[in-house]
């Protein structure tokens, strides 16, 4: 069966960086894209982007453009996010998942969700 | 970026009756748009994709129209397990963006 399974909680200060993991397990890694996803408190999800396992290619939201990295580790079917220059509205759940998304070719319809992993932004 | 936005913010229904919930994107999106549920304490759950596509399991009570700029989702006979909060996304180009949300509450 397919598993994400993420990092633990993080507390960092204003300025900071984190990097979030989130391993993979159930499927072929490299056959399908990674996307993360953010919750603040209270509020609904946010985009933050999506990278493909098989080439490292990305697609950035706007909001975080020159602040996240997204990369993955296919000898340990790994997707890691990293995010920089945190904020306090950065404080939010992130998820990793596979969600839908279409290529050239085909399109992919999968709901798997990793368990979230709370970071903390607090001087 | 593609805009999309949700109407009404919150819709109070009565078990058993219709619900009717709202999603526009700033620009066509053809049948690239997926409804999701959202539980407190839970990750967001697939309920319709391409616009009208139920995911796998998801009750026929269920049921998503529209295409272009103007998409509907309704469940037709409220059940205690539906009160949530329901978001539209859209995968028609990058990046893929969610709506703000309408939150089903009991009447």
């Known amino acids: 069966q397919v598993q994400l399974v993420q990092s633990g909680a993080e507390v960092k200060k204003p300025g900071a960086s984190v990097k979030v993991s989130c391993r993979t397990s159930?499927?072929?890694?490299?056959?399908?894209?990674i996307t993360w996803v953010r919750q603040a408190p209270g509020q609904g999800p946010e985009w933050m982007g999506w990278?493909?396992?098989?080439?490292?290619?990305?697609n950035y939201a706007q909001n975080f453009q020159g602040r996240v990295t997204m990369t993955t580790d296919t000898s340990t079917s790994t997707a890691y996010m990293e995010l920089g220059s945190l904020r306090s509205d950065d404080t939010a759940v992130y998820y990793c998942?596979?969600?839908?998304?279409?290529?050239?070719?085909?399109?992919?319809?999968?709901?798997?969700w990793g368990q979230g992993t709370l970071v903390t932004v607090s001087s | 970026e593609i805009v999309m936005t949700q109407s009404p913010a919150t819709l109070s229904v009565s078990p058993g009756e219709r619900a009717t919930l709202s999603c526009r994107a700033s620009?066509?999106?053809?049948?690239?748009l997926i409804w999701y549920q959202q539980k407190p304490g839970q990750a967001p759950r697939l309920l319709i994709y391409?616009?009208?596509t139920r995911a796998t399991g998801i009750p026929a009570r269920f049921s998503g129209s529209g295409s272009g700029t103007e998409f509907t989702l309704t469940i037709s006979s409220l059940q205690s397990e539906d009160f949530a909060v329901y978001y539209c996304?859209?995968?028609?180009?990058?990046?893929?963006?969610f709506g703000p949300g309408t939150k089903v509450d009991i009447k």
């Open positions: 998942a596979l969600l839908p998304y279409c290529t050239s070719v085909t399109c992919y319809y999968f709901d798997y």
């Open positions: 159930g499927y072929t890694f490299t056959t399908y894209g």
């Open positions: 990278i493909s396992a098989y080439n490292g290619d990305t």
């Open positions: 620009q066509s999106i053809s049948s690239k």
């Open positions: 391409g616009a009208s």
């Open positions: 996304q859209q995968y028609y180009d990058w990046p893929f963006t």
